[in-house]
């Protein structure tokens, strides 16, 4: 009866030890998935804003050629043009400088 009555309470006690552990365990795994989650994130955010940033840097640096060409090959440029040329995409922006080489005027570059 003695052994009986031991092994019942060692069996509880395990029990409560797993259920314990189980837990724990849960409380630990939030707490450090959060703190991956955080440094993943930050990582991955800092990579976005590298590429972006080199992006609209590149962009930027295109508008300031085609602006500074066409105003070499075609005189003062009006802010219309202007704003055309700051709206385009990159690959826009890539094709009219080439276009700027034989264009006779900006109406032409900007059609094609």
Request: positive net charge; glycine residues 14%; hydrophobic residues 30%.
């Amino acid at each position: 009866m003695l052994q009986e009555t031991v092994q019942k309470w060692y069996k509880e006690a395990e029990q409560k030890g797993m259920r314990e552990g189980k837990r724990k365990g849960k409380i630990e795994g939030k707490k450090e998935g959060k703190i991956e989650g955080k440094i993943e994130g930050k990582i991955e955010g800092k990579k976005e804003g590298k590429i972006e940033g080199k992006k609209e840097g590149k962009k930027e640096g295109l508008v300031k050629l085609i602006l500074s060409l066409l105003e070499a090959k075609f005189g003062k440029i009006s802010v219309a043009d202007r704003k055309i040329v700051r709206g385009a995409e990159t690959e826009t922006l890539l094709e009219w400088g080439t276009r700027i080489l034989t264009a006779e005027s900006i109406d032409d570059m900007f059609d094609g």
